[in-house]
């Protein structure tokens, strides 16, 4: 089964907590803060696996969780990282953020790696709130939540050649032709609703990879049919095979198919219109075809394209074609710079988590001035509000970042309510 779509959730680990700790050993009854950090939570991390061609692992489970970080200990012991949680796609796939449609990242090459998830930072334990004037820190930071989201997995498919034409013009017994793969092939519109792959060899260390691309039909470009299903499976490929039914079986004339086809490719894309294309003038074994092959030579000459007149029920000029159609390939192939990923690794951070914490707007609502910043928010919700000595280093930390000032410049009166991300006080000059 081929599955070129998946919608799934992943979930980074959260960071361990701070802890909150004091030296306590025999002739030091009063040692200082030993409260270690929290560890790192687990990222999600995509990879693009040339041993993978669908999305199918996807359709049973959909909800992956990386690891937690471990909570900071005393003696100043850190907590340990939670581990990355690897999931493995095939190269091809984009991805998208589920809710905005967001791209996200294109793992196009085999090795490339996405961090759809970063794992939450781990909190501070109390030694890193020491201060001269703070010598004794009883508070530390909680573990930072791990990003969460839905994500898009789509796959296009990466061929060397992708062969495309009306429903019924003959595709899928072709690539059945010239390569071990099995498709379903049968006498109706849309037998085949899902892209399949072989490999054509053409000798030792010559072969591609060849799709047949679902049959495609008039406003394909604009969604008809299946169209932009199927016409996404054509982007990546370096040649187009274009097979037309010769014969009119279908009782559609053949040089109107193979205009309107290659219409519908340049309005999808127009790099699709430029792609060397080959015509594969197909059913020549019934009488028909032979009052329709010259009138598509001469269409196809007219765009400059090269026509082989073939059967590919009775493997008739199939092996020419395959062989044109390979020398294409490893023209277009040795003109390619070498795509290798290495050690590139795309990070998906939304903007909410890069947010710094001097990065705050200030509104009035009623009486109230509401204090608003994703920085902020985020440094909050590590802390313990409840704690009298985090309040007092939010005090002076609000006095740092300039919160004050702000307020100051906007003549708030003495008294009046502030809210800061779940925190509220009177201000006072």
């Known amino acids: 089964m081929f599955i070129d779509r998946a919608r799934i959730y992943v979930k980074a680990g959260d960071g361990g907590n701070g802890c909150?700790?004091?030296?306590?050993?025999?002739?030091?009854?009063?040692?200082?803060?030993?409260?270690?950090?929290?560890?790192?939570?687990?990222?999600?991390?995509?990879?693009?696996?040339?041993?993978?061609?669908?999305?199918?692992?996807?359709?049973?489970?959909?909800?992956?969780?990386?690891?937690?970080?471990?909570?900071?200990?005393?003696?100043?012991?850190?907590?340990?990282?939670g581990e990355d949680l690897l999931i493995r796609v095939p190269p091809g796939t984009v991805v998208t953020h589920g809710e905005t449609g967001e791209l996200i990242a294109d793992l196009a090459k085999p090795g490339q790696k996405l961090i759809a998830a970063v794992g939450g930072r781990g909190g501070r334990g109390n030694t890193r709130f020491t201060t001269s004037t703070r010598q004794a820190p009883a508070f530390a930071e909680r573990g930072e939540k791990g990003a969460e989201l839905w994500i898009n997995l789509e796959l296009k498919l990466i061929a060397d050649v992708a062969l495309v034409g009306y429903p019924n013009a003959g595709k899928s017994t072709l690539i059945a032709a010239v390569s071990a793969a099995k498709p379903k092939i049968a006498d109706y519109p849309f037998t085949t609703l899902v892209p399949n792959l072989g490999v054509v060899s053409l000798g030792l260390g010559q072969s591609f990879v060849v799709a047949d691309v679902p049959g495609l039909i008039e406003g394909a470009h604009r969604g008809v049919g299946l169209g932009h299903d199927f016409l996404r499976h054509i982007e990546r490929t370096r040649v187009i095979v274009h097979v037309v039914d010769t014969a009119a079986v279908e009782g559609r004339d053949p040089v109107e198919d193979y205009q309107q086809i290659n219409r519908e490719l340049a309005l999808y894309n127009p790099r699709l219109a430029e792609l060397p294309q080959v015509v594969a003038a197909n059913k020549m074994d019934l009488p028909a075809a032979l009052q329709n092959l010259e009138r598509i030579?001469?269409?196809?000459?007219?765009?400059?394209?090269?026509?082989?007149?073939?059967?590919?029920?009775?493997?008739?000029?199939?092996?020419?074609?395959m062989e044109h159609v390979g020398r294409l390939v490893e023209q277009i192939k040795s003109r390619e710079p070498v795509e290798t990923a290495g050690d590139e690794v795309i990070v998906y951070q939304p903007k909410s988590?890069?947010?710094?914490?001097?990065?705050?707007?200030?509104?009035?609502?009623?009486?109230?001035?509401?204090?608003?910043?994703?920085?902020?928010?985020?440094?909050?919700?590590?802390?313990?509000?409840?704690?009298?000595?985090?309040?007092?280093?939010?005090?002076?930390?609000?006095?740092?970042?300039?919160?004050?000032?702000?307020?100051r410049a906007m003549q708030v009166p003495d008294g009046a309510t502030v809210r800061v991300e779940g925190l509220e006080f009177q201000y006072q000059e």
């Open 20 to 81: 909150v700790s004091f030296r306590r050993e025999k002739y030091i009854p009063a040692g200082g803060p030993d409260g270690g950090d929290g560890g790192r939570g687990g990222s999600v991390v995509l990879i693009a696996d040339p041993n993978l061609a669908t999305l199918i692992d996807f359709r049973y489970r959909k909800h992956f969780k990386a690891e937690n970080g471990e909570h900071g200990r005393g003696k100043n012991q850190f907590g340990k990282d």
């Open 297 to 321: 030579e001469q269409a196809a000459a007219k765009d400059g394209r090269k026509v082989f007149a073939i059967s590919a029920a009775a493997g008739q000029g199939t092996q020419e074609l």
């Open 353 to 407: 988590h890069t947010a710094p914490v001097e990065e705050f707007t200030i509104r009035r609502e009623n009486e109230d001035y509401i204090v608003e910043g994703e920085g902020l928010r985020r440094l909050m919700e590590r802390l313990d509000l409840d704690n009298a000595e985090t309040v007092e280093y939010l005090q002076r930390l609000f006095d740092k970042i300039g919160l004050y000032k702000k307020l």
